[in-house]
C-alpha cells in the first residue's frame, strides 16, 4: 500500500508522456542537465576563489608575523643596550 507496483510506474509514464510529449520530456531533461552542470561550474569556481582568498590571507598574516618578529627584535636590542649617556660616564 505504501510503495507503487511497477504496473502502477508504467501507467504514470504513458500518461505522462502522453501529456507532456517526448519533445518536452528531451528538451526537459537537457535543461536539468544543464543546470546540474551550471551549478557544478559554479560550486568548483566559488571553491578556487575561496582557496586564492585564504592563501592570501595567510601570506598577509605570514608577512605581519614576520615584520613584527623583526620589528621586536630591534626594539629589544635597543631596551637592552647600555646607556651611552656622557654625562653619566664621569
Known sequence: MGSFSITHWLI?????????????LRNAGKDLG???KGFKEAVKDENTEH??????????SN???TDRSATDNVNNSDINAAPTDD????
Open 51 to 60: 582557496a586564492k582568498k585564504h592563501a592570501v590571507l595567510d601570506h598577509d
Open 87 to 90: 654625562k653619566h660616564n664621569v
Open 34 to 36: 544543464g543546470a546540474v
Open 63 to 65: 608577512t605581519r608575523t
Open 12 to 24: 504514470l509514464l504513458v500518461v505522462v508522456v502522453v501529456v507532456f510529449g517526448t519533445s518536452k
